[in-house]
């Protein structure tokens, strides 16, 4: 039998969880309301987070370029998500919403512009 505690993070609540794992069925205590079942469970099965982080910008009026997942990535991926993201440039203009990174790591989730920058030149 395997157990684990977690503090809820999906509402301003913050229960806590415990979660025991005996042979596959999973038992979640401690939550107030069925999201926080959810939560135990997937994060011990498959937990995943939002990527928000910058990336260098090029001829903009600023040096970095906020950038956000369009979609949950798995935690296990993100160091390879991070060095990715760190190594990569893009050239101002850009548009909120821009693509910056396609489907990284082959996820199915882009890393997109949280924010339009105009070009110094504009």
């Known amino acids: 039998m ?6 809820c993070i ?3 609540l913050s ?3 415990h979660l025991t794992d005996d042979n596959g069925e999973l038992t979640v205590t401690g939550n107030t309301c069925k999201r926080g079942e959810m939560y135990a ?5 498959n937990p995943v987070r939002m990527v928000t982080t910058t ?5 903009g009026l600023c040096p970095l370029l906020p950038v956000i997942s369009s979609d949950m990535v798995p935690k296990s991926k993100f160091r390879e998500c991070f060095d990715l993201i760190y ?9 909120e919403g821009d693509v910056v990174i396609p489907d990284i790591l082959g996820t199915g989730v882009d890393i997109v512009s949280a924010k339009s920058v105009v070009s110094k030149m504009s």
């Open 15 to 17: 229960c806590d969880l």
């Open 41 to 45: 469970k997937s994060e011990y099965t």
């Open 55 to 59: 990336v260098t910008l090029e001829n």
């Open 2 to 7: 395997i157990e684990k505690d977690y503090i």
């Open 10 to 12: 999906i509402c301003p």
């Open 87 to 95: 190594n990569t440039k893009v050239v101002a203009p850009i548009k």
